[in-house]
């Protein structure tokens, strides 16, 4: 069914959610996992060298997120590949799941109020609608 699975993982307590479904889901399918972070960019960066920064930068803010994952994967002996980005998360995600041919992302829901929502629009709802391959949203 699926076997290449890409969990989205920011840090947050949906993203946590997520990425335990994540894992039971590799794990059931014998499937290869992925962890995606996304470190985000000022919108209108001043120069190269502050995209340059940032991207090295985001390793290191990740850090823990990343230790924790791959030690709650390893708990279910399942191998966990973990990358982190700079850039804006929806674009970033989507195209890193074209470009490496995931055929799953599962992420986490994070509730916001409906005015928010109609406003600015959430990150799940986004990847949901843009993503090019099934996308299970864990709540």
């Not at 823990?64 to 850039?87: N, P, S, T, W, Y």
């Not at 989507?94 to 990150?123: K, P």
Request: charged residues 25%; neutral net charge.
């Amino acid at each position: 069914m699926y076997s290449r699975i890409l969990i989205a993982n920011d840090g947050s307590a949906g993203a946590a959610k997520a990425l335990t479904a994540a894992i039971a889901v590799a794990k059931k399918l014998q499937a290869e996992l992925h962890m995606i972070s996304v470190e985000e960019l000022p919108r209108l960066p001043d120069s190269i060298e502050e995209v340059v920064e940032e991207r090295q930068a985001a390793g290191h803010r990740f850090e823990k997120v990343i230790h924790r994952a791959q030690a709650e994967a390893k708990k279910q002996d399942v191998k966990l590949r973990a990358h982190v980005v700079a850039g804006h998360a929806v674009p970033s995600i989507v195209d890193f799941i074209e470009r490496d041919a995931f055929d799953l992302l599962v992420i986490g829901y994070m509730g916001h109020s409906a005015l928010y929502n109609r406003i600015i629009g959430g990150t799940t709802d986004r990847l949901v609608e843009l993503a090019p391959c099934a996308v299970l949203v864990v709540k």
